[in-house]
């Protein structure tokens, strides 16, 4: 079945670049998913890569995927006050149309 | 465009009672999905419309059902309500010609149960 898992928490300094990890378990997944969501709100969705693709970059968000480890990263260059939200991780598996979502890593930016 | 909107913003029942909530899609979508969010926690799928039928579902009870109308919109019901039912319930829309890659959500509907 489909798992996935993320860190809790990370706390960053305005300006650095951060990196929050995901770790899926299914190998059929087709599309992995980033989303953002702030407080009282609905899930944002940032960037998404294809399961055959290794990287992809979109301004500031740069996504790694490592299919042999089941291993995603999203990476925010020059963090801001305003990516302070909890990002999920997200997979779909191939046949598919449900996506399952990780816990969410809540991402703290101190100015 | 108007994104996913979702009615009502929220709402309070008692246990036992049944309750409602609203989605409208994106423009141009066709294929709607709810989720349940509990606080804390990654939302969980309950399960997928499209063209008027349930295609997919999710580890939820027969409590949970939906409906989709001919202009996309959806519907989901919760009966015989339980505390546990509390939670952010999620819609997602998406378009089955684009093999459904992009799903954009709406602001939820916060559901508490008393």
């Given at each position: 079945?489909?798992?996935?898992?993320q860190?809790l928490?990370?706390?960053v300094?305005?300006?650095d670049?951060s990196?929050?990890?995901?770790t899926?378990?299914?190998?059929?997944s087709?599309?992995?998913?980033w989303?953002?969501?702030?407080?009282?709100a609905?899930?944002q969705?940032?960037?998404?890569i294809?399961?055959?693709?290794?990287m992809?970059q979109d301004?500031?968000l740069?996504?790694?995927?490592?299919?042999?480890d089941?291993?995603?990263s999203?990476?925010?260059?020059d963090?801001?006050?305003?990516?302070?939200?909890i990002?999920f991780?997200?997979?779909?598996?191939?046949?598919?149309?449900?996506?399952t979502?990780g816990?969410?890593?809540?991402?703290q930016?101190?100015? | 465009d108007?994104?996913v909107?979702?009615?009502?913003?929220h709402?309070i029942?008692?246990?036992?009672?049944q309750v409602?909530?609203?989605?409208?899609?994106?423009s141009g979508?066709d294929?709607?999905?709810w989720?349940?969010?509990?606080?804390?926690?990654?939302?969980?799928f309950?399960?997928?419309?499209?063209e008027?039928e349930?295609r997919?579902?999710?580890?939820?009870?027969?409590r949970f059902?939906g409906?989709?109308?001919?202009?996309?919109?959806s519907?989901?019901?919760?009966n015989?309500l339980?505390?546990?039912d509390s939670a952010?319930?999620?819609?997602?829309?998406?378009?089955?010609?684009?093999n459904l890659?992009?799903?954009y959500?709406?602001?939820?509907?916060?559901?508490t149960?008393t």
């Amino acid at each position: 079945g489909e798992d996935v898992e993320q860190s809790l928490f990370l706390s960053v300094r305005e300006g650095d670049s951060s990196v929050i990890n995901c770790t899926y378990t299914d190998s059929s997944s087709t599309y992995l998913y980033w989303y953002k969501q702030e407080p009282g709100a609905g899930l944002q969705l940032l960037t998404y890569i294809f399961s055959n693709m290794d990287m992809k970059q979109d301004q500031r968000l740069t996504v790694l995927l490592n299919k042999k480890d089941k291993h995603l990263s999203l990476r925010i260059a020059d963090t801001q006050t305003g990516d302070s939200a909890i990002y999920f991780c997200a997979e779909r598996a191939g046949g598919y149309q449900k996506v399952t979502f990780g816990t969410g890593t809540k991402l703290q930016v101190i100015p | 465009d108007a994104g996913v909107t979702q009615s009502p913003t929220h709402l309070i029942k008692t246990r036992g009672q049944q309750v409602t909530l609203r989605c409208s899609p994106k423009s141009g979508h066709d294929t709607v999905s709810w989720y349940q969010q509990a606080l804390g926690q990654g939302p969980q799928f309950i399960f997928q419309y499209y063209e008027e039928e349930e295609r997919q579902r999710g580890n939820f009870p027969d409590r949970f059902s939906g409906h989709q109308f001919p202009n996309y919109s959806s519907e989901l019901n919760v009966n015989a309500l339980l505390l546990g039912d509390s939670a952010l319930y999620l819609c997602a829309s998406s378009d089955e010609d684009r093999n459904l890659r992009e799903q954009y959500f709406g602001p939820g509907t916060r559901l508490t149960v008393t």
